[in-house]
């Protein structure tokens, strides 16, 4: 029986363990983190990764435990409409996104893997090409070595040597709240170097983000900054402040990727975070990891060479995270006159290019 050896236990990781189980491999999973968890966050889901999950044997659970994305469109900080989405015409096109958080998809990927195959509190120090991962509890072997390890992938070394993180230039907070009433219109704010974000969750909760143009490493001071930063912004973004945690407030910095040259060397191949870390503006960053899984899996049974992995995942995957970025930076515009120029294109930029604009990114079956 071929084996996968998969160094990571994230998203990516277990759809890929997930993918090799159904083809009828041996699996084994790494994971340095003690416990196989996830913070709390919300997740859009598109149809192209509810696709992904359906070749997994898993989109019906998911979709359980989900709620279909209302998100209405994008606003300013005073509530005028910048653009609208035409829900009704994109899920008819695409078929309906969906929002669940993070941890409820981590659970049912996790199910699906054999608990023997789970391994966990165990760090990676080296992959070499023959197949051989070194690690703290000693050395793994497998046909294919798969790099689920994130944006600062130790497995990525083995394929392209070190690659440093890029910096997006700004810093972005997620928090999950209850509110007191229902929410209306979901969707994103656009202010001057400013965003704010939210989404229903399948039990009432809501998923918020902000992100704000900032230096790199430049401490928050969480919930007050939030407050202080939004509080004047259209309604429900106080609310919704107002009804938040701060023990519940995440914070990071935003990194991406720079373009790999590559994907894989000889049996390794790199997957998620760890090939394509990208910024979350075209909410992407799962669903393409999701599809990552179900192709290596299929090209790896095919046949032992994965190139044919590279040359489907890289041009692809490099494309959305192109198509992000640019949108990331002119979400985040804050000179004025440019942040004025960007409202008054977006209100004329009618519903059917915007959505016109998706099928590159959606239009893709498993």
Known sequence: MSKALIVGGGIGGLATAVAFTRRGWEVEVLERAERITEVGAGLSLWSNALRALDALGLGEQVRARAIEDGSAGIRDSKGRWLSRTDIETVRARYGSPIVVHRADLLEILRDAVPESALRTGV??????????????????????????????????????????????????????????????????????????????????????????TAPADRPSAGLAELRDRFGDWHEPIPRLLAAADESAVLHNDIYHLPPLPTY???????????????????????????????????????????????????????????????????????????????????????PSIQIKALAPVLDWTA
């Open 123 to 212: 760090s990676v120090g080296e992959v070499r090409a023959d197949g051989t991962v070194v690690h703290s509890a000693g050395v793994s072997t497998g046909d294919v070595i798969v790099g689920a390890d994130g944006i600062r992938s130790v497995v990525r070394r083995a394929v392209c040597g070190e690659v440093t993180p890029r910096y997006s230039g700004y810093t972005a907070w997620r928090v999950v709240v209850t509110p007191a009433e229902p929410m209306g219109d979901l969707g994103e704010t656009w202010g001057s170097g400013e965003r704010f974000g939210y989404a229903a969750l399948a039990d009432g909760r809501v998923y918020c983000f902000a992100a704000v």
């Open 264 to 350: 894989v060397a000889g049996r390794i191949a790199l997957v998620g975070d760890a090939a394509h870390a990208m910024t979350p503006n075209l909410g992407q960053g799962a669903c393409q990891a999701l599809e990552d899984a179900v192709v290596l899996a299929e090209v790896a049974t095919r046949d032992p060479d994965l190139t044919r992995y590279d040359a489907e995942r890289r041009p692809r995957t490099q494309m959305i995270a192109t198509r992000s970025e640019r949108i990331g930076t002119v979400a985040q515009l804050s000179w004025a006159p440019a942040v004025a120029l960007r409202n008054a294109v977006m209100r004329l930029l009618p």
